[in-house]
């Protein structure tokens, strides 16, 4: 089976510049936009709403990206919304919200329905944001609830910005043709080398 497949007649779209592992799986109503990469065993599910990615964006190993339904509990739904420039670590959950350009989302961090993480801010390892949160631009938020510790300093701004730019050069290895290895001279080899 595909790791990229439709459901209820939408199709995700996937920049030709993105990467999707193919152990990855992304599924329905889902935008993968420039240079972003969603690694093995992570899941995007477009099924019950829309899923958007920006650019330079990447989704690490195990990651779950989920939407909500609309219903009467949760009138229009939850949509989930990533800009560009963003890191969602290994095993995080995000569930119907929005991150916006160049934040980090620790490992195993839960975002939940209706929250929104700001421009340049950093979800902890492990913390879980409560349904309909605000993060603000530029905060360290930690801890089962998370709450804001401190500002960001700009040096770990741009520690964000270099994560994404790695990922996008990792990507591009994975996409680059395979070169076949260079054997080991063998000892005729270097004889043969000797002797020109």
């Known amino acids: 089976m595909s790791s990229i497949r439709s459901f209820h007649g939408f199709s995700p779209e996937v920049s030709p510049t993105a990467y999707i592992d193919p152990a ?8 993968v936009g ?20 920006g650019e330079r ?17 949760t009138l229009g739904g939850f949509a ?30 839960t975002i939940m329905d209706g929250s ?22 530029g905060e360290l938020w930690l801890g089962n609830p998370a709450r804001c510790v401190r500002l960001l300093s700009a040096d770990e701004i741009q520690q964000i910005y270099y994560a994404a730019r790695q990922y996008v050069k990792l990507k591009s290895q994975y996409l680059a043709p395979a070169r076949a290895p260079v054997p ?13």
């Open 24 to 31: 990855a799986h992304v599924i329905g109503h889902v935008a």
């Open 34 to 53: 420039h240079d972003s990469s969603i690694w093995p065993t992570a899941v995007v599910r477009g099924d019950a709403h829309r899923i958007r990615i």
């Open 57 to 73: 964006t990447n989704v690490q190993d195990g990651a779950l990206l989920l939407v909500t339904h609309d219903t009467q509990y």
């Open 80 to 109: 989930l919304t990533i800009g560009s420039d963003v890191t969602i670590g290994h095993g995080a959950v995000l569930h119907g919200c929005t991150v916006q350009d160049a934040s980090l989302i620790g490992m195993r961090a």
């Open 116 to 137: 929104l993480i700001k421009r340049h801010a950093l979800v902890g390892a492990g913390a879980v944001v409560p349904q309909g949160r605000i993060v603000g631009e």
């Open 184 to 196: 080991a001279p063998t000892e005729f080899d270097r004889r043969l080398a000797v002797s020109a």
